[in-house]
T-cell receptor, first 112, second 114 residues
Framework: DGGITQSPKYLFRKEGQNVTLSCEQNLNHDAMYWYRQDPGQGLRLIYYSQIVNDFQKGDIAEGYSVSREKKESFPLTVTSAQKNPTAFYLC???????????FGQGTRLTVV | GQQVMQIPQYQHVQEGEDFTTYCNSSTTLSNIQWYKQRPGGHPVFLIQLVKSGEVKKQKRLTFQFGEAKKNSSLHITATQTTDVGTYFCAGGAGLTGGGNKLTFGTGTQLKVEL
């Protein structure tokens, strides 16, 4: 089955700790994206990557970091510098024709 | 930066009534996409519009892209309970080298009552 997988589905973190969210796709897509969604709001772009070993900041990159060492994988690290990390995080991928973004199931992060 | 506004924020309808959500961008868009997110779920792609003045239909759903490529609408005819969810528009800016940088609207949450 082709698709995009995020793990874990739910994640709890203590304040001050870094945490890494996983995103894997087997769709052979070049472009991958990380979004954050807060209750009652739209999706905001954190980081995106168009090709392996390259990534760009989105609109709200502060307190986050990413890597793109493999085409299939685009992990997101939420660092202790992110002041309000509790949110629903969505990963997406897209091919070069840019006609449709495929989203993972999301990771709901709660800082306790 | 680019901003995409979407109205209304919420809409409650009786089953069988029509529903429309509107999307406005502060800048001219390369394309616009629409997504549906069910409660507790993730966004699922519905359609992409690219041409000025384009109109596309999917069964009971009609999508329009404005002549100036700055606004769009989604109209659902005769809503059903399966239409429940939040509908997002996303303004696209094509990226050099491939990919599409999307700016999402705030979404319209649709509730359908029997």
């Amino acid at each position: 089955d082709g698709g995009i997988t995020q793990s874990p589905k739910y994640l709890f973190r203590k304040e001050g700790q870094n945490v890494t969210l996983s995103c894997e796709q087997n769709l052979n897509h070049d472009a991958m994206y990380w979004y954050r969604q807060d209750p009652g709001q739209g999706l905001r772009l954190i980081y995106y990557s168009q090709i392996v070993n390259d990534f760009q900041k989105g609109d709200i990159a502060e307190g986050y970091s990413v890597s793109r060492e493999k085409k299939e994988s685009f992990p997101l690290t939420v660092t202790s510098a992110q002041k309000n990390p509790t949110a629903f995080y969505l990963c997406a991928s897209e091919d070069r024709t840019s006609t449709e973004a495929f989203f993972g199931q999301g990771t709901r992060l709660t800082v306790v | 930066g680019q901003q995409v506004m979407q109205i209304p924020q919420y809409q409650h309808v009786q089953e069988g009534e029509d529903f429309t959500t509107y999307c406005n961008s502060s800048t001219t868009l390369s394309n616009i996409q629409w997504y549906k997110q069910r409660p507790g779920g993730h966004p699922v792609f519905l359609i992409q519009l690219v041409k000025s003045g384009e109109v596309k239909k999917q069964k009971r759903l009609t999508f329009q892209f404005g002549e100036a490529k700055k606004n769009s609408s989604l109209h659902i005819t005769a809503t059903q309970t399966t239409d429940v969810g939040t509908y997002f528009c996303a303004g696209g800016a094509g990226l050099t080298g491939g990919g599409n940088k999307l700016t999402f609207g705030t979404g319209t949450q649709l509730k359908v009552e029997l």
